[in-house]
């Protein structure tokens, strides 16, 4: 009984969004849609460090940036309200697992009548950050050997080889963005890079051993259904929107990508449009440096700011001119 009247109520939801969607002819003029809350997620804190460097974690570098890009963002839009997941280095919430942190981030975001949602994260690629030395053949020396027994023996080359450890640089880099893109029959959704990359630090830090919504529950396929309608395409255009102004800074995009297959619990989990920015590779010695400068660290926050300026217009510009 209790199940079947959350359905009702979820779907009673989507129709109530639908009917004041700006292409119902027949609904009253819309409210001007803008962004009045914000969340800021950064990555990971307190007990999980995330990804690491070799002198730096995800969770100081992920917390650093977005710290500077509230501040940035409260000069320029003083009546916007920010949420910080976490402002020091704890687990969200000062929660003592993972999975309650992630937990505690979505609901949070949920809670606070968020509407949009940017979570900042470091990348990680390779064996080890900065490099390794990998085993690998310099070389091989022919000889002769005899094989077989009676009328079958023979002589044959065979090869000696000489090994040398050599340094392997850990050469990933670049920047990504992530969205949940649900429908997976969509022609936007197709043109999105699904990252097959095994890095790990991201999945690891998005899924844990947290149990996916189940798409095939009533509940589910109606939230699913909201976030299809309302959300995927903010999504999507404020991925598109932070990674070209990552372009326009010198930074190499690796693009706007979709990982369905493992799934990101906070852009799952939240009801609003919702972004998981990689702004680096800790795990490139270079990109770790960069991400930890002041000059890095304030190319980035000027890279979100401008993004979020963007899409701010954007979407009350849409809310205008479909009133007139």
Known sequence: MKRTLLVIAVFSFCIFLVSFSPKNKNSTTPPKATVKTLIIDPGHGGIDPGAKGLFSTEAEVSLSVALKFGKALENEFPDLKIVYTRTEDIMAGNKRTKDEGLRYRADLANTSGGDLFIAIHCNSAGRRPGGWYEKVVTGKTPYKKTVGKGKKKKTVTAYRYSYA?????????????????????????????????????????????????DPSDPAEKARMLIYAQQYFRKSLNLADMIEKEFVETGRVSRGVKQRNHTGIWVLQATGMPSVLVEIGFISNKEEEEYIN????????????????????????????????
Do not use: C, M
């Not at 095994?198 to 149990?211: F, Q």
């Not at 400068?293 to 849409?318: H, M, P, T, W």
């Open 165 to 213: 450890n050599v340094w392997k640089e850990n050469v990933a880099h670049g920047t990504e963005t992530y969205i949940w893109a649900v429908n997976k029959n969509d022609d936007k959704v197709n043109s999105v890079n699904r990252n097959e990359d095994n890095y790990g630090e991201l999945e690891t830090d998005s899924t844990t051993t947290l149990t996916l919504p």
């Open 293 to 324: 400068s002041d000059k890095g660290q304030n190319e980035i926050v000027d890279d979100l700011v401008n993004a979020f300026r963007s899409y701010k217009q954007k979407l009350e510009s849409k809310t205008v001119n479909a009133s007139r």
